[in-house]
């Protein structure tokens, strides 16, 4: 007869031995891992564990070690287990199954606050062995689990830092009315900004402020105004062309730093349309009309920056 009782799986820990790359791009990383389950009260089993339908055909825990697979690797061989076998040992009634994975896993990272964005590194797992089979199994994460980041395994460090710890969970796959139990865990890297602010939002900003410089020139003398206007709108659009392979390329949607970059641009380009058309207000109200152009346009590039600003410290890790 097939076996129904539930076996109960501990997740006693999970630790990220290594992650050696982040891609946002292919929206994927490369990490190693270790893994230890305890199959509680299942020593007395470890050669016949599971018993198929038929009554007679049985297999080992060794057996049912192989059927943990990573979940979310990026291609069907792109994670493998390290060992030659999973490390199979006792512990009191129960059996401790230990494994290490290394490989590419796929992680969908969005970059709508890039460059201040941060992102969920999730590995997860799953058992070959529906909830209803021959072994139903049913994972949870042990009260004292033990789990981390190893500092020294983390190989992107100059461009992200790790936030927080190692977080465990359980869950459940479906697929085709079938049951399979599924486990992992996540950590958080949170993206350094510093390069980005300083190569490409700082010189977008005192671009923009320089612009203020065609006040200087009187309303009467458009040409002068449009010569400054559009010598800095030039070396914006060139700029912004340089610095565009420092931004990633994979998204259909802006950034922030895309935001903040078109903000900039576009309120050059309202200084150049209000250069043009100010000559027309006449000489009475040339004077006035240039004082308020002057403290609205300031405003609005005040609020910009601020807003910048903001939302570099309200980043959250």
Not at 140 to 166: K, N, Y
Not at 217 to 222: H, N, T
């Amino acid at each position: 007869m097939p076996t129904t009782a539930v076996q109960e799986i501990e997740l006693e820990r999970f630790d990220v031995l290594k992650i050696q790359s982040i891609d946002t791009v292919s929206q994927s990383f490369n990490a190693r891992c270790l893994v230890r389950l305890r199959l509680i009260g299942a020593k007395a089993r470890r050669e016949a564990f599971v018993t198929f339908k038929d009554g007679r055909t049985t297999e080992s825990v060794e057996w049912f070690a192989r059927q943990i697979e990573p979940y979310n690797s990026f291609e069907h061989d792109s994670c493998k287990l390290i060992d030659e076998k999973p490390k199979i040992t006792d512990a009191g009634d129960d059996l401790l199954i230990q494994l290490r994975f290394e490989g590419r896993f796929s992680q969908p990272m969005w970059l709508h606050a890039f460059p201040f964005d941060s992102q969920e590194l999730r590995i997860e797992f799953l058992i070959l062995c529906r909830v209803d089979g021959p072994v139903p199994a049913k994972v949870i994460v042990s009260p004292g689990v033990e789990s981390s980041l190893v500092d020294r395994g983390f190989a992107p460090r100059f461009q992200w830092q790790p936030t927080g710890g190692v977080h465990c969970f359980v869950d459940e796959h479906k697929a085709n009315g079938r049951i399979f139990p599924k486990f992992g865990a996540t950590a958080r890297v949170a993206r350094k900004s510093r390069f980005y602010v300083t190569n490409v939002a700082l010189p977008t900003a005192v671009f923009s402020g320089l612009a203020f410089t065609l006040f200087a020139a009187q309303p009467s003398e458009p040409l002068e105004r449009l010569s400054v206007a559009f010598t800095l709108l030039l070396t914006m659009a060139a700029y912004k062309i340089t610095v565009a392979g420092m931004i990633p390329q994979a998204v259909s949607y802006e950034t922030l730093l895309d935001q903040f970059l078109l903000c900039n641009f576009f309120l050059l380009v309202a200084m150049a349309i209000v250069s043009a058309v100010l000559p027309q207000a006449g000489q009475e109200a040339e004077d006035l009309a240039d004082r308020i152009c002057l403290a609205l346009l300031g405003a609005v590039w005040c609020l910009i920056q601020a807003w910048f600003v903001a939302k570099a410290c309200s980043r959250k890790d």
